[in-house]
């Protein structure tokens, strides 16, 4: 996969990994892959991303 970023990794913010999860279920919703399989893969990056930030407590 070709990414280009203005960002080093390790100095992203919240905002930019959400930015980047967009570009990522844009890809994933895109695919020929199963709904469910789709809806595992976003759901389970976007929960990732929401504890990053703070917003959810496992």
């Known amino acids: ?12 913010s919240i905002d930019d990994i959400k930015r980047e999860y ?4 844009e890809l994933i919703n895109n695919s020929d892959r ?10 389970h990056a976007w929960r990732f991303i929401q504890w990053l930030a703070g917003d ?3």
């Open 1 to 12: 996969m070709d990414r280009q970023h203005d960002r080093h990794p390790d100095r992203w």
């Open 22 to 25: 967009k570009r990522y279920s």
């Open 34 to 43: 199963a709904p469910t399989t789709k809806a595992t893969y976003t759901t």
């Open 56 to 58: 959810i407590n496992i």
